[in-house]
T-cell receptor, first 114, second 111 residues
Framework: NAGVTQTPKFQVLKTGQSMTLQCAQD?????MSWYRQDPGMGLRLIHY???????DQGEVPNGYNVSRSTTEDFPLRLLSAAPSQTSVYFC?????????????FGPGTRLTVL | RKEVEQDPGPFNVPEGATVAFNCTYS??????FFWYRQDCRKEPKLLMS???SGNEDGRFTAQLNRASQYISLLIRDSKLSDSATYLC????????????FGTGTRLKVLA
C-alpha cells in the first residue's frame, strides 16, 4: 500500500493563480480531509468528505473547493491564490465512523503564494 | 482560549532522561484522545491512543484525566530519535467526529 499520496510536494504561485492539490489513498477509507498547518497553530480543517459524492466545510474553507468523485481521490482546488494561503497542506484519510480510528496523513504540499 | 493547549517547548533533555508533556482541553464533550508525532518537515503519525485507563507502549505512557481535562505523555529513557514535535489530538462529536489538534510540544533529546 502506498497509503496517502499527495502531489506536488512543493509549489510556488503568484497571487490570483489557481491550482489543484492532488490527494489519493489506496486503503479504501471512507473519510478524507484536508488540513493546513501554519506556524504557532494546530492543523486546521479546510474541507472533509465522508464518502464519494459527499463533502462538507471545515474550520477554514474560504478560498478552497473540493470534490470527491471516487473513494480514492480528494483534490483541493485553490480558486484565486492569496499570500494568506501560504502554508503546508496535509491530506488525511481514516476508515469508518469510530472516533478511535487512526488518521493517516500524506507527506504534505508546501505552498508559497507570492 | 484555544480548545486544545500545549506548551510549545522546546524541552531539551539529555539522552536517558524521563520527560513528560501535558495537554489541556476545554470542551468536556471531548470523546477520545491521541498523541501524534511529527518529525521536522514531515507528516504527523499516530504515536498512541489515550484510553481512560491509561496505556503504555514500551517507553511511552499516556494518561487521561477527565476531571481536570488533560492528557499526558511520559517518555522514559529518552533516545536521540525521540526528538520531534508531539501533537495532542482531541476528538469530539459535532455532527461528525471533529479532530482538534494542539500546536505541538517540541522535544530535543541531546547527546
Amino acid at each position: 500500500n502506498a497509503g496517502v499520496t499527495q502531489t506536488p510536494k512543493f509549489q510556488v504561485l503568484k497571487t490570483g493563480q489557481s491550482m489543484t492539490l492532488q490527494c489519493a489513498q489506496d486503503m479504501n477509507h471512507e473519510y478524507m480531509s484536508w488540513y493546513r498547518q501554519d506556524p504557532g497553530m494546530g492543523l486546521r480543517l479546510i474541507h472533509y468528505s465522508v464518502g464519494a459524492g459527499i463533502t462538507d466545510q471545515g474550520e477554514v474553507p474560504n478560498g478552497y473547493n473540493v470534490s470527491r468523485s471516487t473513494t480514492e481521490d480528494f483534490p483541493l482546488r485553490l480558486l484565486s491564490a492569496a499570500p494568506s494561503q501560504t502554508s503546508v497542506y496535509f491530506c488525511a484519510s481514516r476508515k469508518g465512523r469510530s472516533a478511535y480510528n487512526e488518521q493517516f496523513f500524506g507527506p504534505g504540499t508546501r505552498l508559497t503564494v507570492l | 482560549r484555544k480548545e486544545v493547549e500545549q506548551d510549545p517547548g522546546p524541552f531539551n533533555v539529555p539522552e536517558g532522561a524521563t520527560v513528560a508533556f501535558n495537554c489541556t482541553y476545554s470542551n468536556s464533550a471531548s470523546q477520545s484522545f491521541f498523541w501524534y508525532r511529527q518529525d521536522c518537515r514531515k507528516e504527523p503519525k499516530l504515536l498512541m491512543s489515550v484510553y481512560s485507563s491509561g496505556n503504555e507502549d514500551g517507553r511511552f505512557t499516556a494518561q487521561l484525566n477527565r476531571a481536570s481535562q488533560y492528557i499526558s505523555l511520559l517518555i522514559r529513557d529518552s533516545k536521540l530519535s525521540d526528538s520531534a514535535t508531539y501533537l495532542c489530538v482531541v476528538i469530539r462529536v459535532s455532527g461528525t467526529y471533529k479532530y482538534i489538534f494542539g500546536t505541538g510540544t517540541r522535544l530535543k533529546v541531546l547527546a
